[in-house]
């Protein structure tokens, strides 16, 4: 069974600082997914990461796969109370079952 | 971008009773959609995959009859809580890959369940 850790599992932080969410795994990806939910929301998309250590900004977001596409991290710069959230990592192996493994979650509350 | 639609988005329904949820792809085809189940503050626990034209598989420890799966074609699939009790009472997402290349999927925005 393919396990995918997250942490910290909570965060509070206030407004402008900055913070790293970390996902690990003991096995290989074809890829992983970032997704933040919002409560009584269903997960929204944020990146999509295919080659190991390949780097994708989203504006304030920093997000990389780790060479061995093992485990990948997410950086936010500069908080702001709208990044507060469910943020989620999955991993994505190939075939066509395109079935995802969810990591544990990181709770992120940013104080304004 | 792609679109994927849950209804209802929230149900109400007392012990014993079975309640239907639907999960459409409205501007793509989608010959496998996934259900989930998510408690509160949790991650998402995959339940199930709907497979169109096909017999859905169950995840170790999800009673298939308890959690009826129906994939009648390529832009919908319907999950049936049987006989429902309040421990079945959760926030039920699905979500479909668009198909091609990509490894993305796009989710619904839920259907929070509640057994009184």
């Known amino acids: 069974t393919q396990l995918l850790e997250q942490s910290p599992q909570f965060l509070s932080i206030q407004e402008g600082e900055n913070l790293t969410v970390y996902c690990n795994s003991s096995s290989v990806f074809s890829s992983l997914q970032w997704y933040r939910q919002e409560p009584g929301e269903g997960p929204v998309l944020l990146v999509t990461?295919?080659?190991?250590?390949e780097v994708k900004k989203l504006k304030r977001l920093t997000f990389q796969f780790g060479d061995a596409r093992k485990d990948s991290s997410l950086h936010i710069t500069a908080a702001q109370p709208g990044d507060t959230g469910l943020y989620l990592c999955?991993?994505?192996?190939?075939?066509?079952?395109?079935?995802?493994?969810f990591g544990s979650g990181t709770q992120l509350t940013v104080l304004p | 971008g792609a679109v994927v639609s849950q209804h209802p988005s929230w149900v109400i329904c007392k012990s014993g009773t079975s309640v239907k949820i639907e999960c459409r792809s409205l501007?793509?085809?989608?010959?496998?959609m996934f259900w989930y189940r998510q408690f509160p503050k949790q991650s998402l626990m995959l339940m199930a995959t709907?497979?169109?034209?096909?017999?859905?598989?169950?995840e170790q420890g999800v009673e298939k009859d308890k959690f009826l799966i129906n994939h009648a074609s390529l832009t919908l699939s319907t999950l049936t809580v049987t006989s429902a009790h309040p421990e079945d009472s959760s926030f039920y997402i699905c979500?479909?890959?668009?198909?091609?290349?990509?490894?993305?999927?796009?989710f619904g925005p839920g259907t929070r369940l509640t057994v009184t």
């Open positions: 990461v295919v080659t190991g250590g």
């Open positions: 979500s479909a890959p668009p198909g091609g290349l990509t490894y993305e999927q796009y």
């Open positions: 999955a991993g994505g192996t190939s075939g066509s079952a395109r079935q995802l493994t």
């Open positions: 501007d793509f085809q989608a010959t496998t």
């Open positions: 709907s497979n169109e034209g096909s017999k859905a598989t169950y």
